[in-house]
């Protein structure tokens, strides 16, 4: 494990998942977020992604999370060498955003690009969440199998399949 992508719907522990693989493994961890917002929330040009999409999955190792653009996804499945895909059922991932906003308003989420709302990136998740069944659908996976082969796939199903994934890499107490 040295490449891991990880991926899926909105509001589903991506974040807090890749934070403990990379305090667990050392591999740097890199938000897609952070490289795909300026500090004030807007988003950065689409060849300033892409330049620095590039620089990062040349590099030795990373745990990248998040979706960014769909060629920059492509890119990284092919240039992976483990992908965790983050599919929990769609209540929880509606839970697990209004339970950031809501946090939000006594302490900034961890990992949250400096200056972008929390208010504005919810309502954005509740969007994508909403138009999440045309996109992560079941040809879609099987297009993501297709380019994992040689590679480990994990597809996270349910919270207690997270906490399950996450022990094995010797976290215990996952709270997500």
């Known amino acids: 494990m040295n490449k ?8 589903g522990g991506k974040s807090t998942l890749s934070r403990k693989l990379s305090a667990e493994t050392g591999i740097k961890l890199c938000a897609l977020d952070l490289i795909e917002y300026k500090k004030n929330g807007e988003r950065v040009s689409p060849e300033e992604y892409s ?7 040349v590099t030795d ?5 998040g979706l960014g653009s769909l060629e920059s996804f492509w890119l990284r499945l092919d240039a992976a060498d ?15 955003v209004t339970k950031r906003l809501l946090k939000s308003f006594f302490v900034k989420p961890e990992g949250w690009p400096e200056g972008s709302s929390v208010l504005i ?3 954005a998740s509740w969007k994508y969440l909403r138009l999440s069944p045309n996109f992560w659908t079941p040809e879609l996976f099987e297009k993501i199998q297709f380019h994992a082969k040689g590679k480990d796939i994990y597809r996270i199903t349910s ?3 997270i906490n399950n994934f996450a022990k094995q890499f010797g976290y215990t107490g996952v709270r997500i």
Not at 4 to 11: A, H, I, Q
Not at 61 to 65: D, L, S
């Open 82 to 96: 483990t992908l965790i895909y983050v599919d929990l059922p769609y209540y929880v991932h509606y839970w697990w």
């Open 121 to 123: 990136g919810t309502l």
């Open 51 to 57: 330049k620095k999409h590039a620089d990062l999955i």
């Open 61 to 65: 190792n990373w745990i990248i999370e």
């Open 4 to 11: 891991v992508v990880v991926f899926g719907k909105p509001g």
């Open 159 to 161: 919270v207690k399949e």
